[in-house]
Structures are given as structure tokens and as C-alpha cells.
């Protein structure tokens, strides 16, 4: 029997490239929670810092205090921002058979699921990477996509993230971000 | 004593922020005179931060951005010695060039506060964590304490300067938090109020301190008629930690509501083997206890807080009703017969008549991944040696062999 | 000899200037012994390398009534020999004790 060393945790991970924004919305979403009363650990998997290297960041959010220090090996969410990296990083694994699966891609969630053969759980796509090129002129994919894992998992208010969002990024930017993140609560496809 | 007051939540700021990031406001906060360092991954945000602050004019302190951590250790001790409250930061091979004078500032007694964000030391060149940069500076005569949260680190940076500045004491102090794991991790941080860390801390009163008025000489030479003299003095000071460190704790949690102690037991007092480990590896420990108990297994934490001075006495008395103890610790101490808290660990016992059996278990070297299942594995293998009533005298987990 | 706890912390020497307790003259294995004939000091009040270079300030050089004497202090000459080193009248001599 496997052991569940996560109890009451919302275990995130997430995939992207170096440069894309990864760790800056990992601490954005854990930041919302935490405003939203929560306990939270927020923190990236630190290799080779390289431009468009693949990276992961890995969140955890909990009504207790959280005191387990590892990676996450069985998320809840697993979020990916990228989509040129669904051949290269397998999202699924050690996905939980309930979890969602967040992917920025034209893909339908049906083909997503064909793709990895993930028939549990919620899978959720967006096409982050036109969001941002509309709204933002620039490929910054990761607020998009991580509204459409708020949207998804509602595991905070989307208010709050917004808010957290305009706390970092006074002015324009944040304002740009925001119209970009609630385009994609809206194109969000559950399936 | 000063008095200090509960403070009112309405007073708290809760803010995410790394381990770095929460030191780095916890020493801006103290106001502190003058910062020396030089930066090195991962304690960087420390000082990059604390710039900051100064850039912007929220705290008076003078920064000296110094040419290597040689000079960052010789510029803190010029001004401790003059009375300042100082700090500075590092990691790992910084660390190992600060060597030489890391005696000095504990010889000369100054009150230094050293925040570390713990990494592997070369070679190869690694940036994650271990413990043998700090592990390594353990007989320079440092006080050295070890933290498992983000809050933690906060809270510990604050009281050190109070630990370290105590006329009691006047030895500098390392607060050691796990590189990356806990350096760059964003957790809940409750902050304090300035005013109130001010009012728990006071302006630092120095003992003796260089003035060109009332000139003194520090530092001189003493050979073989008085060397060893100031040797027992300084061992007299730090054995004083342990009652002062109580004390100041004691003030602080009047003040917030929170302490940790030398050393935390969780579900300690039933159990048949004991984990004892500290920093980030603890909490992952307490996890798997709980978890492990649901199997109705008999299993408690030993979270170490204080590994200099060492309280011997309190560990002991912590585990030595149980029938063995399983040390986790970041470091391997190449040709010894275990490694740096195991040997403190067994030391403690070796008084004992009746004394429980220990494991040493070599996790995480250069930031290696310590899941909890590697904590339990290391249960399992103690409980398979209490079986057979005997133990190697340690061994690695989590390594490809 | 004090114990560890009669004595101040750290080794601070806390009291300024208290090196003149402390007597090298005991190390002397040669003395400086003094020739007035040649020594410039003596003959017109010049010169005084020998008092600018001595390490322990034990050279005095003393003028009184227009005249020129000298003199060591022998509580903290060292016999290091340095002022006879120096002397470019080789006006000064090391002898031993």
C-alpha cells in the first residue's frame, strides 16, 4: 500500500522552460493562496539556469502547516506552460489517477488524454500561447495558463490571483496580465 | 531584561517569503550597523535584498561589498570591535575561505551573526544543499543553529543577535538554513512589528570595544603562558549558551507566542526508535511519523535545533528510553568512524548503562532529493538491525550502488 | 601567573601603553658599548640614526648646558645591535654581557 505523505496537501507541479515565467507563477498562485488563509511551500527544482532548459517548480497549499521538505512526486495538479514540451517531459507521471492536468496547446482535452493515455481526473487546455500574443504581444504563457488551472481546480478565488498578480506587477503589466488571465478562465476547456 | 509584550495579531504581517528573503527582512529589522559579504549561491538573495533596503534608504546600516569572504569575516570583525551590531552571510566554499577567521571572531568574541544557506563543498562543483560547509566550522567555536521553516529562520536570525550580544556569551552565531530547499522556498511568514523587535533587542552594549579615547589592543599574542587560559574562558562562554539561549527564547515567545527549543521532541515519549535529524529533513521526518503511527508503528522525531554547543544532557534524556535511534544527517566525514551527529549523538549516550542502539544514515549530499521514503527506508533498516542486535556504523541512502 | 578568570576576556590589553612593564632588557646577550670620540651627537649635536632606530626607545640622547651626553637604558636594550648597524661612524660596539 502506498504511503500518503501529503494528507490535506493540494500538491502542484509544474513544467516550462527557463525564461517563461515558471517560478514567477508558482509564487503568484501560492502567494493568492496564501492570501486566501492558506499554509504554503513554493519553491523550483534549480539545475542548469539556462534559458529555454526545461524546468519544474512544485507548490504545495494547506489549511495546516505544511512540514514535509521534498520534491512532489504525486501531484494533484501538474501544469504545463509550454507546449513544445509534450514530447520532451511526460506531464502524467506520477500524476494522481484523480488529478488534472493542465496543458497550454490547441489540443483538445480529448486528444490530450489520447496522447498519454490519462483517463482519469480533469484534463484542462487553453491556448495560452495566442492568449499572450493577442493580449500581451509577447510569448509570456505562464498567467494564462495557470488561470486555466485556477479555473479548473478552483483551489483559490481567481479575484485573488488577479489581485496578487497587480501586487507584483503595478501598472500596465499587470494590467495586461490580468486581461490575459481572464481570457483564458474563459477559452478554458474542461474535459 | 527588557519587558516585552504580546504582540497583536492586527500587528503581524503575513507575507510569503523565501528563507533568504525572511532573513534578509529579519536583519533589516534589527538594525544592523554595518553588513559585510561577499555573495555566493545560494545565500545570495540575502544580501541582494538587504541592498535593497539600503539603496532605498529604509535602513541606515553601512554595507562593505568586500572582494571575498575572507575579507567579508576580517570586515565584520573590525566592526564588532568597535561595537557595531553586524552580520553577514554565506554558503559553502565562501564559508571555507572565511575558515581562518571564523576563529578569529569566536577567539575574539565578537558577536557576529553568520546566516548560511547550507551547500555541498566542491569537488564536483555543486550548488544544493548539504551540511558539510557548516558541519566543518562546527569546532571553530561558533554557535550553531539550524532551522526548519522559512518562519523559523526569521525568528532565529532575530534572537541570535540577542543570544550572541549577551555579556554572558559574546560568541558569533550561525543561523543555518538548507540551501534551495528552504533558501528559495516561498512558505507563510509571520512578521513582527519594527518597533517591537527594536524594544526585544535593544541598541547592542558593547563589553570592550575599540575607542580612539580609551584605546585597548585586541587580538595580541599569547604563547604558551596564557594561550590556553583564553582557550578555557572561551569554552566557559559557550557552555553558557544553552541557559541564555533559554532565556532569550523564553522573552520571545512572551512576545509572539512561538519557541522551538535546543532541540523539539515529536512523539517521542512511547516511542521504540527515534529519528533525529534537524533542518529541512526533520519536518519531512514528522510527516512520515505521523504517517508511520497510522501502521501503528512506535515512532517519534528528535529535531535538533542547537548542534553547538551540543546539549548532550537533553538529547540524552530525549532518547535514551528508546531501543535504538536512527540519525539523519547531510554530511559525510571522510575517514571517520561516522559522521559529525551521529558521534555527538553516541557520545551523549556513552555514560548510559542501559543505552538505545544507533543508526547513522548519510542523506541528501549535494542536494540529493531526501523523499520520505528514504526516511523510511531508514526506519525499516533500523528496525531489521534491532532484530539482529547489530548495526554498521553507518551507511548512504539514496545513493546508485 | 594569573588563571583564566583573573585575566581579561580575550586576551584585550586593556590597559593602554602597559608594554613598559614588560623588560626586554633581560634578553641582552651583547651590550652596546659607546666610542664619544667619533659619535656625531657628542662631537656637534648631530646625527641621532642610533636613537631614531632603536625598536625599544632605549637610546637617550641628552643635551645640557650647550653640552652632548648619552646614555642606554639598559631595563629595555635588547642587544639587537641595530644602532651599531646603523652608526655611520662605527662610533658603537657590541660586546658581550
Redesign the interface.
Given at each position: 500500500m502506498a504511503l500518503d505523505f501529503a494528507k490535506g496537501i493540494t500538491e502542484f507541479r509544474w513544467h516550462g522552460r527557463g525564461g517563461q515565467g515558471v517560478v514567477t507563477s508558482n509564487q503568484m498562485l501560492g502567494k493568492a493562496a496564501l492570501k486566501e488563509g492558506n499554509y504554503i511551500q513554493a519553491f523550483p527544482e534549480f539545475g542548469p539556469e539556462r534559458t529555454g532548459a526545461p524546468v519544474r517548480a512544485f507548490l504545495r497549499i494547506s489549511k495546516d502547516p505544511i512540514q514535509i521538505y521534498a520534491q512532489v512526486y504525486a501531484p494533484d495538479v501538474v501544469i504545463c506552460i509550454d507546449p513544445t514540451l509534450l514530447d520532451v517531459v511526460n506531464p502524467t507521471e506520477g500524476l494522481k489517477a484523480d488529478g488534472t492536468l493542465v496543458i497550454n496547446t490547441t489540443m483538445t482535452p480529448e486528444e490530450v488524454r489520447d496522447k498519454y493515455d490519462f483517463r482519469g481526473g480533469k484534463v484542462v487546455t487553453v491556448d495560452a500561447s495566442t492568449i499572450a500574443m493577442e493580449v500581451l504581444g509577447r510569448p509570456f504563457y505562464n498567467m494564462p495558463t495557470m488561470a486555466a488551472a485556477v479555473e479548473a481546480t478552483k483551489v483559490v478565488k481567481i479575484e485573488t490571483v488577479i489581485e496578487a498578480v497587480l501586487e507584483r506587477y503595478p501598472g500596465k503589466v499587470g494590467e495586461l496580465n490580468k486581461v490575459a488571465i481572464e481570457k483564458a478562465v474563459k477559452e478554458a476547456k474542461i474535459g | 531584561m527588557t519587558s516585552v509584550e504580546k504582540i497583536p495579531k492586527d500587528q503581524m504581517v503575513v507575507e510569503g517569503l523565501t528563507g533568504d528573503a525572511a532573513i534578509a527582512l529579519a536583519l533589516k529589522q534589527c538594525d544592523i550597523d554595518v553588513l559585510a559579504a561577499y555573495p555566493i549561491t545560494p545565500q545570495t538573495i540575502i544580501v541582494e535584498d538587504f541592498q535593497k533596503f539600503v539603496a532605498n534608504g529604509e535602513v541606515k546600516t553601512k554595507v562593505i561589498p568586500v572582494e571575498s569572504e575572507h575579507s567579508a569575516m576580517s570586515a565584520c570583525v573590525g566592526a564588532s570591535a568597535v561595537g557595531a551590531r553586524v552580520a553577514t552571510a554565506t554558503a559553502s566554499a565562501g564559508l571555507a575561505l572565511m575558515w581562518e577567521i571564523l576563529y578569529c571572531a569566536a577567539?575574539?568574541?565578537m558577536p557576529i551573526v553568520l546566516t548560511v544557506a547550507n551547500r555541498a563543498l566542491s569537488a564536483p562543483i555543486n550548488i544544493h544543499n548539504d551540511w558539510s560547509d557548516t558541519y566543518g566550522a562546527r569546532d571553530s567555536g561558533f554557535i550553531q543553529l539550524y532551522c526548519q521553516s522559512s518562519q523559523e529562520a526569521y525568528d532565529t536570525t532575530i534572537m541570535a543577535f540577542k543570544i550572541a550580544e549577551n555579556k554572558d556569551i559574546?560568541l558569533p552565531i550561525m543561523v543555518c538554513i538548507d540551501g534551495f530547499i528552504l533558501s528559495h522556498n516561498v512558505e507563510r511568514v509571520e512578521m513582527l512589528p519594527d518597533q517591537a523587535i527594536k524594544k526585544f533587542l535593544g541598541v547592542r552594549q558593547p563589553?570592550?570595544n575599540l575607542d580612539p579615547d580609551?584605546?585597548?589592543?585586541?587580538?595580541?599574542l599569547?604563547l604558551t603562558?596564557?594561550y590556553f587560559?583564553?582557550k578555557?574562558?572561551?569554552d566557559?562562554a559557550i557552555k553558557r549558551v544553552p541557559d541564555v539561549f533559554k532565556q532569550v527564547e523564553a522573552e520571545f515567545e512572551r512576545m509572539t507566542g512561538r519557541s522551538y527549543g535546543m532541540l523539539e521532541t515529536y512523539k517521542t515519549e512511547d516511542a521504540e526508535i527515534i529519528l533525529l535529524t534537524h533542518s529541512t529533513p526533520a519536518g519531512t521526518a514528522k510527516v512520515v511519523v505521523d504517517v508511520l503511527r497510522e501502521r501503528d508503528e512506535k515512532v517519534g522525531v528528535l529535531r535538533l535545533k542547537m548542534f553547538r554547543p551540543f546539549p548532550s544532557k537533553e538529547v540524552a534524556e530525549a532518547i535514551k528510553h528508546a531501543k535504538a535511534v536512527a540519525v539523519f544527517e547531510k554530511c559525510r566525514s571522510f575517514g571517520s568512524t561516522c559522521n559529525p551527529l551521529a558521534l555527538e549523538v553516541m557520545a551523549s549516550l556513552y555514560d548510559l548503562k542501559e543505552k538505545p542502539m544507533v543508526t547513522d544514515f548519510v542523506i541528501g549530499l549535494g542536494g540529493r532529493d531526501v523523499p520520505p521514503t528514504t526516511i523510511v527506508e531508514g526506519y525499516e533498516k533500523t528496525k531489521e538491525y534491532l532484530k539482529q542486535g547489530k548495526a554498521p556504523l553507518y551507511e548512504t541512502l539514496g545513493v546508485r550502488k | 601567573?594569573?588563571?583564566?578568570?583573573e585575566?581579561?576576556?580575550?586576551?584585550?590589553?586593556?590597559?593602554?601603553g602597559n608594554s613598559k612593564e614588560y623588560k626586554t632588557g633581560g634578553w641582552r646577550a651583547k651590550r652596546p658599548v659607546h666610542n664619544d670620540e667619533t659619535c656625531l651627537w657628542i662631537r656637534n649635536g648631530t646625527c641621532g640614526k642610533c636613537w631614531i632606530y632603536c625598536p625599544d626607545n632605549a637610546v637617550r640622547l641628552i643635551e645640557k648646558d650647550g653640552k652632548y651626553f648619552y646614555e642606554y637604558d639598559y631595563d629595555y636594550c635588547k642587544g639587537c645591535g641595530i644602532c651599531a648597524n646603523e652608526c655611520p661612524t662605527q662610533s658603537i660596539k657590541m660586546e658581550s654581557e
Open positions: - | 577567539s575574539m568574541r559574546l563589553f570592550q580609551n584605546p585597548i589592543t585586541m587580538g595580541p599569547a603562558d596564557y587560559e583564553f578555557e574562558q572561551q566557559e | 601567573m594569573k588563571k583564566y578568570n585575566i581579561p576576556m580575550a586576551g584585550n590589553i586593556i590597559e593602554p
